[in-house]
C-alpha cells in the first residue's frame, strides 16, 4: 500500500494536465483513508474520507474543470531549472530529516491514551476520541469553528460588488439532468440518516459531527449540482444564524461552564453528556451548512 | 522494520514531494494541490505517532487523533479559500498565473 | 503546577471577547457590524490593561487550565509579562486601526449592507482574537490553530478592494503562509512522540538535544520564519502589504507578521528549542533583510511600497537578537537584555509602521496616487499626516528618545559584552539608510510645488489625529526604560543559552 501512496502521489504531482492530477487525488485520498483504518484511527478514517478526499477533491475537480472550460488556458510557464533542482534538494532534505525523526521516535514511545481513558467517567463519553474533540481539548474544536466561519467570510468578501448578497454561482446547474439528478433524488433522505447517525454514535463509536457535517453538505451540494435546490443569497438571515449556531452555542456552553461548572468549557459531571449533544446537534448543521456553503465558494448571481 | 515505521517513512516523503510541488509548481492549483498532499503526509505522520502510543486498550493515542480531525478540517478551510481566491483571479484577469504583472513594482530581487 | 492567581478567570474573557464580537457583526451584518467592534472594543482593551495591572502589581504570570482539565491532558492559557504587554499593545493598535477606518468603512443610515463593511469589521476583530490566542494559549497545537486563524483573517483584508493586482496578492501570501503552518504542523507530532505532551512550560522541563528534536525545531522555525517573511521569504510581503487598503495595511504590517514571529520567540526562549550556530544563522538572515529592504525601501516610487519595503527590513532587525541570546559566551542577564531588545523592537516598529502606513494612505486618497516624485506641496496642506509620517521614521532609524532608540540601545549594549560588533555595523548602516529615505520623503513633501496642488478628497482629520498619535507614541516609547518594573520578565523563564 505504501508503495501505491507514493506512485500516486508522484503520478499527482508530476503529471503535467492538472485534470489528471486533481483525479489521481481524489484517489489517493482513499487509500489514505485505508492507511488511517490500518493505524487504528477509524474516527480520523471518516473524516480523511469525507473531507480529505471527499471535499477537497470536488472543490478541486470543480476548480480543474472551470479553469479548463475557458479557451485561454493558464499561460504556459516553466520554473527556472535552478529552482527547480534547489527545489528538488530541499524538498529531498525535508524528506530524509522527516525519515530519519521517524527512524529515531524513543521507545516505548510516550502516550496520552491512558490518561484520556482515565478521566473518560466524567465526560459522560465512551469514545476517548471525542473526549479528546468535545472535553480535554475542547478550546482547540471552539477555535476550529472560528476558523470555519472565518472562511466563509473571507470566501464570501471575493464577491465582486455587483454580486454581494447573491447566490454563490458555480455549482447551480438548472438544466442537468440524468444520472447526478437521479442520485440527488434518491441519495439525500440515506444521506442525511446517515449523517445525523455518525455525529450521534459519535460519544461512544467512531464517527463524529465531522463526518456527519460532511455527508450532510455533500448530499445538499449533490442536490445544489443536481439543480435540484439552489445555493441561498449569502444576505439570507437565515442561513447566517445555521452558520453560526455551532459555534455560538459551544459558546455559550463554554462561559456557562464558568457559572455552574469549574471554568470555561467545563461541564458538571452529571450534566455533561447532555451539555456535549447540545453542542454537536447545532454544530452539526453549521458543519453541513458551512462545507456547503465553502464548496458553492464566491457568490456571483444576483 | 514495523509497518508503523514504514509508514511513517512514507509519509516523510508524501511531505518532501508535496513541498516540492508547492515550490516548483507553476499552476496556482496544482499548488494547492501539492499543498493537500504535504498536508496529508504531515497527518499520517501525526497518525504513525499515535498509532506507536497504542496503550489502555485502544489502538492508539486518541489525543493525536483528535489533533488529526482539527488539523483536516482546517486544512480544508485553507484549501476552499485558496480556491475560492483564485477562481476570482482567474474571473478577473482571465489568467491564473501568479508571475507579478510586468508593471507590478521595482522588485528587481526576484531571482 | 503554580497556584491559580486571582483574576485568571479574566484569560478566557481576553481571548473570546474579539471573536465574540465577530460572531455578533456576522449575525447583525455590515449595516451594524462597525458598531458591534466600537462596542466590543473598549471592552478587550480593558480587559488587557486589567490583565497588565495585575501581573505589574503581583510580578507573577496568570494562568488558566481550560476545561479544568490540567495539562498535558488539557490546554492552558498563560499571561506572562510578554503576553500581557503585547496584549495591551495590540488592543491599542486595533482600537486606534478602527477609529482610523471609522470613516472608510461605515454604513448609511438606510443604505443596503455593503460588503466592505462586512468583512473589514469582523476580520478585524478575528485577526484581534487571532493574536490574542497567539498570545494566551501555552500548547504547540493551539498555537497552530491561532496561526491559522490568524492567516485566515489576514489574507482576505489584502484583497478587500477585489482589485486582480490584491487577489493576486493574497493569494501568494496565502501559498506562503499554507506552506509555513504545515511545515510548522511537523513539528508538532514529532516532539510529541519524543516528550508526550505539547504544553510549553511541560517540554522546557523536557527537551534535550536529540535528533527527532532538533528536526522537528529546523522545520517549525522555518515554517514561521515564511510567515513572518524573513528574507529570503520575504516576496510576498510588499506586494500584499501595499495593495491592501490603508487600515488593513496598518494590522498587517504593525501586527499580523509579529505574530508568527512571538510563536518563534515562544519556542526559542521558552521551549528551549535554540541553537546557537543557527541564532548566527537567523541573524545573518536579518542582517540580510536589514539591508536589501533598506536598499529596495530608498529605490521605490510609490510612498506604500516603500513603506512594506521598510517592513521587510525592521523584519530583520528582530532576529538580531538570536545570536546575543544564544551565543556561547552569553549570560542570563545577557539573554534577557536582548530579548527585551527584541520586544521593544516589535512594539516601537508596531506603533511607528502603523502610524506611516495610517499617513501614506490618508495621502493616497487625498491625491488619488502615492507617487514620492510628485509629493510636493503635501505637507502644508495635510501637515498632521507628514509630521505622523516623520515621527514613525524617526523611531525607526533609532533616534532618542524613541522606542526604535531604546531597542536598538538595548541590542547595541549585548554586542559590545558579547564582542559580535557585526551586528552593530549592519544596524547602523541600516539606520543610515532608513534615514535616507525618511528624510527624502520628508523633503519631497514640504518642498514647493511647481502648480498648486489640490485634493481629490477632504482629508479626515480624526484619522489624521490617529496616525499622530500613534507616532506620538513610537517616539515616547523610549521612556519605559524608567518604569520601576521589569515588566517584560514576569513570568518569563530563564533562558539558559
Known amino acids: 500500500m505504501v508503495v501505491l501512496l507514493l506512485v500516486i502521489a508522484v503520478f499527482a504531482i508530476t503529471v503535467r494536465s492538472t485534470f489528471a492530477a486533481v483525479i489521481a487525488f481524489a484517489a489517493y485520498g482513499l487509500l489514505v483513508a485505508v492507511a488511517w483504518v490500518r493505524l487504528q484511527a477509524v474516527d480520523v478514517a471518516l473524516t480523511e474520507a469525507a473531507i480529505g478526499s471527499g471535499l477537497t477533491g470536488v472543490l478541486l475537480l470543480g476548480a480543474a474543470a472551470r ?9 504556459p510557464e516553466r520554473t527556472a531549472p535552478g529552482l527547480r533542482a534547489s527545489a528538488a534538494g530541499v524538498s529531498a532534505a525535508v524528506a530524509a530529516a522527516l525519515g530519519a525523526a521517524v527512524w529515531f521516535l524513543p521507545e516505548p514511545a510516550p502516550t496520552l491514551a491512558p490518561a484520556a481513558v482515565a478521566s473518560i467517567d466524567s465526560t459522560g463519553l465512551g469514545n476517548p476520541v471525542t473526549a479528546v474533540l468535545m472535553a480535554y481539548r475542547a478550546a482547540d474544536t471552539l477555535l476550529e469553528k472560528i476558523v470555519l466561519v472565518l472562511a466563509v467570510v473571507g470566501v464570501w468578501s471575493l464577491a465582486p460588488d455587483r454580486a454581494w448578497g447573491g447566490r454563490p454561482g458555480t455549482l447551480y446547474r438548472p438544466d442537468a439532468d440524468g444520472v447526478l439528478s437521479f442520485f440527488a433524488r434518491v441519495l439525500p433522505p440515506f444521506g442525511v440518516v446517515i449523517g445525523i447517525y455518525l455525529m450521534w454514535t459519535a460519544a461512544d463509536h467512531p464517527g463524529g459531527a465531522f463526518p456527519g457535517g460532511t ?24 442561513l447566517r444564524w445555521l452558520v453560526l449556531a455551532g459555534p455560538v452555542v459551544f459558546s455559550a456552553v463554554g462561559f456557562l461552564g464558568m457559572a455552574i461548572a469549574d471554568a470555561f468549557l467545563a461541564y458538571p459531571v452529571a450534566f455533561a453528556k447532555p451539555l456535549i449533544v447540545a453542542i454537536e446537534i447545532p454544530m452539526l448543521l453549521s458543519i453541513a451548512v458551512m462545507l456547503g456553503m465553502l464548496l458553492a465558494g464566491v457568490p456571483q448571481r444576483r | 522494520m514495523t509497518p508503523v515505521t514504514l509508514l511513517g517513512l512514507c509519509s516523510a516523503a508524501l511531505a518532501g514531494l508535496g513541498l516540492y510541488g508547492m515550490v516548483t509548481h507553476p499552476h496556482p492549483l496544482r499548488k494547492i494541490l501539492a499543498f493537500n498532499l504535504f498536508g496529508s503526509g504531515v497527518f499520517l505522520l501525526f497518525g504513525v505517532v499515535a498509532r506507536r502510543g497504542a496503550a489502555a486498550d485502544l489502538g492508539g493515542d486518541p489525543v493525536l487523533q483528535a489533533l488529526t480531525i482539527t488539523g483536516l478540517v482546517v486544512a480544508f478551510a485553507a484549501t476552499a479559500l485558496a480556491v475560492a481566491l483564485l477562481l476570482r483571479f482567474f474571473d478577473a484577469t482571465g489568467t491564473a498565473t501568479l508571475a507579478p504583472a510586468a508593471d507590478h513594482d521595482a522588485d528587481s530581487g526576484n531571482p | 503546577m503554580e497556584a491559580a492567581m486571582p483574576g485568571s478567570f479574566l484569560l478566557p474573557f481576553a481571548l473570546m471577547t474579539p471573536f465574540v464580537g465577530m460572531l455578533i457583526a456576522f449575525a447583525v451584518g455590515g449595516r451594524h457590524a462597525r458598531r458591534v467592534a ?131 496578492a493574497a493569494l501568494r501570501y496565502l501559498l506562503f503562509a499554507l506552506a509555513g503552518s504545515a511545515l510548522y504542523l511537523v513539528g508538532v507530532p514529532l516532539l510529541y512522540g519524543v516528550y508526550g505532551t505539547l504544553d510549553i512550560s511541560l517540554l522546557a522541563g523536557r527537551v534535550q538535544v536529540e535528533s527527532t528534536t532538533v528536526v522537528a525545531a529546523a ?91 521598510s517592513t521587510v527590513a525592521q523584519i530583520g532587525y528582530l532576529f538580531l537578537m538570536f545570536p546575543l541570546a544564544f551565543g556561547a559566551g552569553s549570560t542570563a542577564a545577557e539573554s534577557a537584555t536582548a530579548l527585551s531588545g527584541g520586544l521593544m523592537q516589535v512594539i516601537s516598529h508596531a506603533t511607528a509602521k502603523a502610524a506611516m502606513f495610517m499617513s501614506a494612505g490618508l495621502v493616497y486618497a487625498a491625491l488619488g496616487h502615492d507617487r514620492i516624485a510628485e509629493l510636493a506641496g503635501v505637507g502644508r496642506l495635510m501637515p498632521m499626516s507628514i509630521v505622523a509620517f516623520v515621527l514613525g521614521g524617526i523611531s525607526l532609524v533609532g533616534l532618542p528618545p524613541s522606542g526604535g532608540f531604546l531597542a536598538k540601545w538595548w541590542l547595541l549594549s549585548v554586542m559590545v559584552t558579547t564582542g559580535q560588533w557585526w551586528w552593530a555595523a549592519v544596524m547602523v548602516t541600516g539606520g543610515l539608510l532608513t534615514a535616507c529615505y525618511v528624510v527624502m520623503v520628508a523633503m519631497r513633501a514640504m518642498s514647493a510645488p511647481s502648480t498648486p496642488l489640490t485634493l481629490k478628497a477632504e482629508v479626515p482629520r480624526a484619522s489624521e489625529a490617529v496616525a499622530l498619535a500613534l507616532a506620538v507614541c513610537s517616539v515616547l516609547l523610549g521612556f519605559v526604560a524608567f518604569l520601576p518594573v521589569d515588566f517584560v520578565a514576569i513570568g518569563r523563564p530563564a533562558v539558559l543559552p
Not at chain 1, 479553469?67 to 499561460?75: I, M, V, W
Not at chain 3, 497552530?144 to 492567516?151: D, H, P
Not at chain 3, 521551549?271 to 536589514?290: D, E, M, N
Open chain 1, 215 to 238: 455527508i450532510l453538505a455533500a448530499m445538499w451540494v449533490l442536490a445544489m449540482m443536481a439543480g435540484l435546490a439552489d445555493a441561498p443569497p449569502v444576505s439570507s438571515v437565515s
Open chain 3, 219 to 309: 522545520l517549525m522555525t522555518a515554517g514561521l520564519l515564511a510567515k513572518t517573511a524573513l528574507f529570503p521569504l520575504h516576496l510576498w510581503l510588499p506586494p500584499a502589504h501595499a495593495g491592501a487598503p490603508a487600515p488593513a495595511s496598518t494590522v498587517l504590517s504593525a501586527l499580523v507578521v509579529k505574530g508568527s514571529f512571538l510563536v518563534l520567540v515562544r519556542l526559542w526562549f521558552d521551549v528551549g528549542l535554540a541553537s546557537g550556530p543557527a541564532a548566527q544563522l537567523l541573524a545573518a538572515l536579518g542582517a540580510g533583510a536589514i539591508l536589501f529592504g533598506n536598499v529596495l525601501a530608498l529605490r521605490q516610487v510609490r510612498l506604500k511600497l516603500l513603506v512594506a519595503y
Open chain 1, 67 to 75: 479553469l479548463r472550460a475557458t479557451d485561454q488556458p493558464p499561460r
Open chain 3, 38 to 168: 466600537f462596542a466590543v472594543i473598549p471592552l478587550g482593551l480593558a480587559l488587557a490593561a486589567v490583565v497588565a495591572l495585575l501581573l505589574a502589581r503581583s510580578g507573577e504570570p496568570l494562568q488558566y487550565a481550560l476545561g479544568a482539565w490540567a495539562a498535558p491532558l488539557g490546554i492552558r492559557l498563560r499571561a506572562d509579562g510578554l503576553a500581557a504587554a503585547m496584549m495591551l499593545v495590540t488592543a491599542l493598535i486595533i482600537g486606534a486601526t478602527a477609529l482610523y477606518a471609522r470613516p472608510e468603512f461605515g454604513a448609511r443610515a438606510g443604505a443596503p449592507e455593503s460588503r466592505t463593511a462586512f468583512a473589514f469589521w469582523q476580520l478585524l476583530l478575528a485577526t484581534w482574537g487571532a493574536l490574542n490566542t497567539v498570545l494566551l494559549a501555552h500548547d504547540l497545537f493551539t498555537l497552530f490553530v491561532a496561526l491559522e486563524l490568524l492567516t485566515f483573517s489576514a489574507v482576505p483584508l489584502v484583497c478587500l478592494d477585489g482589485r486582480a493586482e490584491t487577489l493576486q
